[in-house]
């Protein structure tokens, strides 16, 4: 949308459907950001992280649309909110300084993070907040990164993460931040007329995107009567709407679906505002052994690992489901190629996880006939089909559905979710990190969970760490930490079936 200002023309961005489901999704327990934790050293002894942290965001927040834009919401939420700059940005708000009592240790890290992820950014500001933690046992501090997901995806991270590190030692002179362009607002009728406009197109485009799905699904089961109905009714619906009639081709392989409920566990459930969060780094260089010993890709092993894991912890809960469970794995559509690329392009898949399976050597190769299966599922199913239903969505009734569902508390009533937990493995950079003369040395991504799926496990490679960040509803997961240390038991047992050296 074009906005003049006297003989200035600005272009205000209004937000995708899929960027604006992570504000709808939000809700008293639940939380639309993702975080990052970076473990720094300190070059010399009088490093001031803050100031360099403080220099770096000036700077970023005047190139970086997201980092000074907040949101402007559409009468009655009618439709998407658009992004305009905030005229009263303040990066001082935005980054913030302190520290761990003594001694400073990783418990008590976590715990610091814990609580800050636990809290809702604002919306009157531009949506991101970062800390820097000092007071750190063995000298180092840490940097943590809160961007909410409607404004940044984990691709776009990358893009972030490599605009604000260095890569040497020797720290390049930052330039003095640019003003930012003020704006004037967007108004608010111009805004109504647009969305009203849309309102008479957007039922066209959900039914075309569910005659889409269903084509995909009975396509997947063989179901060739039911096929041929959604065929015809689609060419009716380009008829009514004047589209040309270009029958995508099917797949001619039959895949399962993943149509019923998961499996229920004890963070199946309702959740709390309040996260626990547990971090751990493990050497990538031996899992890229386990994974040539074994003969499949390194995502295999990781997968295999957290299936490990989370089978010891039902089991020692008594909670161990008959059927495997389920994990949704997210998947980047970008190609760091995009002229913006402060946008979200992210899809996922959901792939079975053998946590029935005894043997450590046959869950790796279920895992990797899961990901394959998966993979297949990706294939079939239209990948922009979760945007394009988000972008048909009605924010009123997306964001009356979130608080309504969290109110009675629905995921404790019914086990509807076809998926237990979200797993992530985030390849990171090959080369090492600086920032201002400060090495990185760790990178923990720390991510959302819902009602439903109290449980996020992402792992992120960098230089040959593997780092494991886990997420969970501090009430339905509280021993975190004790399965975080599964999943290293778990290396441990691949290591001995494998014969590969720790």
């Known amino acids: 949308m074009i906005v003049a200002i006297g003989t200035t023309v600005h272009l205000v961005r209004q937000l995708t459907g899929l960027d604006a489901s992570f504000l709808y999704l ?32 000036s700077w970023l927040a005047s190139q970086v649309a997201p980092l000074h ?62 800390y820097v933690i000092e007071g750190l046992r063995d000298g180092r501090w840490a940097l943590m990164t809160k961007f909410h997901h409607s404004a940044i995806d984990g691709g776009a991270g990358v893009v972030l993460l490599n605009m604000l590190t260095d890569q040497s030692a020797e720290p390049p002179e930052i330039p003095q931040p640019e003003p930012i362009n003020f704006e004037q607002r967007p108004d608010d009728g111009e805004l109504l007329r647009r969305a009203l406009g849309k309102l008479t197109v957007n039922p066209v485009r959900a039914l075309r995107l569910q005659l889409r799905l269903a084509q995909a699904l009975v396509d997947s089961v063989g179901i060739d009567p039911v096929s041929q109905i959604t065929r015809t009714v689609r060419k009716t619906l380009r008829a009514v709407t004047r589209r040309p009639d270009t029958d995508a081709p099917t797949s001619a392989e039959r895949v399962r679906l993943p149509l019923t409920p998961a499996p229920p566990t004890p963070w199946n459930r309702s959740i709390t505002a309040h996260r626990r969060i547990a971090m751990r780094t493990s050497s990538l260089g031996t899992v890229r052994a386990l994974k040539s010993v074994a003969g499949v890709t390194v995502n295999d ?30 998947v980047s559509l970008r190609t760091f190629s995009e002229e913006v690329p402060w946008t979200n ?32 599922q990706f294939e079939l199913i239209p990948a922009d089909a979760i945007a394009q239903g988000a972008q048909a969505t009605s924010p009123v009734l997306a964001t ?17 979710l076809p998926t237990n937990l979200v797993i992530s493995n985030v390849p990171g950079p090959r080369s090492p990190l600086w920032l201002g003369g400060a090495q990185l040395e760790n990178y923990v991504p720390l991510s959302i969970v819902n009602d439903g799926m109290g449980l996020n496990i992402t792992v ?43």
């Open 69 to 130: 834009e907040k949101l402007h919401p559409v009468p009655f939420g009618l439709d998407h909110p658009y992004w305009v700059s905030d005229n009263d940005f303040d990066a001082t708000y935005h980054v913030r300084h302190l520290g761990l009592a003594p001694p400073g240790d990783l418990s008590q890290l976590t715990d610091q993070v814990a609580r800050i992820f636990g809290r809702a950014l604002d919306r009157s500001r531009p949506l991101w907040e970062v």
């Open 301 to 330: 092993v990781v997968m295999a690992v957290c299936t490990g894991a989370l089978r010891r912890y039902l089991l020692k809960h008594d909670a161990l489901p008959a059927e495997p469970l389920r994990a949704l794995v997210p």
């Open 400 to 416: 009356a559905a979130s608080r309504l569902a969290s109110r009675v508390r629905w995921a404790d009533r019914a086990n509807l």
């Open 26 to 57: 939000e809700s008293p327990t639940t939380f639309g950001h993702v975080s990052g934790l970076g473990l720094y050293s300190r070059p010399t002894p009088d490093f001031d992280p803050y100031k360099v942290v403080l220099q770096r965001f």
């Open 345 to 376: 392009m992210v899809s996922a898949i959901v792939a079975e996880l053998p946590t029935h399976v005894e043997d450590p050597l046959q869950r790796v190769a279920k895992c990797r006939e899961a990901m394959g299966e998966a993979k297949r």
């Open 460 to 502: 992120h490679s960098y230089l040959d760490n593997l780092d494991f960040g886990i997420v969970a509803c501090r009430d339905l997961v509280p021993d975190v930490d004790d399965l975080l240390e599964m999943h290293f038991a778990e290396i441990d047992v691949l290591c001995q079936a494998l014969g590969v050296a720790r």
